[in-house]
């Protein structure tokens, strides 16, 4: 495991995007797994302005998104299909064809997950995938307690995700209380792992991922077992370690 200090949200956002050009100039036609969040944000804004310049190409690129909100159409302004058309897809040259996002609108989860397993392995599996980190260790929404071994599946959100992601709506009334998830067992399959980490509010839960018990309680631990992670984290949430 390579950990990455960076100074603040900006240095920490440039050296992922770094890492995530390398990764499509090395491999023009990869296949990057991406995710939501507020910690990529910035990441993404860095990939823009480099393919603005004319330094990064995506138009061979697949994406594979982590997760979607059970109930959202790709219309809706806090799907995860909408935050990833704003915030990279629309100023970018990728084929949005190629860009996956689980069907928050089929509403037989068994047909939204296995459908989605089936992108994942026709893909050819994932190069890259990039993740953020919940406050209690979740990643996509694997929320703790849930089996590693698992693919694609409908979670129920926790109470904590709910109350952190109540910001982006209106009231907390009206956040998705279910979302397809790749599971930890997808995730652990991708060549290469990148976890950008942000803020001071997740210095402990970064501490347990990194040095703690490898543990369903804390879903991001088992990334202790994956051969090629690398965390970018800035100064304050690396404040433990
Ligand atoms: C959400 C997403 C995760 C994300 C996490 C942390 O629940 N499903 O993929 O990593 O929140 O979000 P943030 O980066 O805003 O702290």
């Not at 990455?4 to 992922?16: E, H, I, L």
């Not at 590693?148 to 109470?159: A, K, P, S």
């Not at 995730?187 to 210095?203: P, W, Y």
Request: glycine share 8%.
């Amino acid at each position: 495991m390579i950990i990455y200090r960076a100074k603040d949200y900006q240095d920490m956002s440039r050296k992922a995007a770094n890492i995530i050009s390398a990764q499509v100039i090395m491999k023009p036609n990869c296949t990057l797994g991406l995710a939501t969040g507020s910690t990529p944000v910035g990441t993404y804004q860095q990939l823009i302005e480099w393919y603005k310049k004319g330094d990064l190409d995506f138009s061979q690129v697949s994406s594979i998104n982590l997760d979607e909100y059970k109930g959202l159409s790709p219309e809706n302004d806090q799907s995860y299909r909408y935050f990833m058309n704003t915030n990279l897809f629309n100023h970018i040259n990728i084929d949005k064809t190629r860009t996956f996002v689980p069907n928050g609108l089929e509403a037989d989860s068994q047909k939204a997950c296995n459908d989605y397993n089936h992108i994942i392995t026709a893909s050819g599996g994932i190069d890259l995938q990039l993740l953020g980190l919940g406050h209690n260790g979740h990643i996509g929404f694997n929320e703790p307690g849930e089996a590693f071994e698992r693919e694609t599946h409908c979670v129920d959100l926790t109470e904590s995700t709910i109350e952190a992601n109540k910001r982006f709506f209106e009231s907390e009334e009206d956040v998705p209380r279910q979302a397809y998830t790749m599971g930890i067992k997808n995730i652990m399959q991708a060549r290469k792992i990148l976890v950008v980490v942000s803020g001071a509010d997740k210095a402990e839960i970064l501490e347990k991922v990194l040095k703690g018990p490898i543990t369903p309680a804390v879903p991001a631990s088992i990334l202790q077992l994956h051969n090629d992670v690398t965390i970018v984290a800035d100064e304050a949430a690396l404040g433990r370690i």
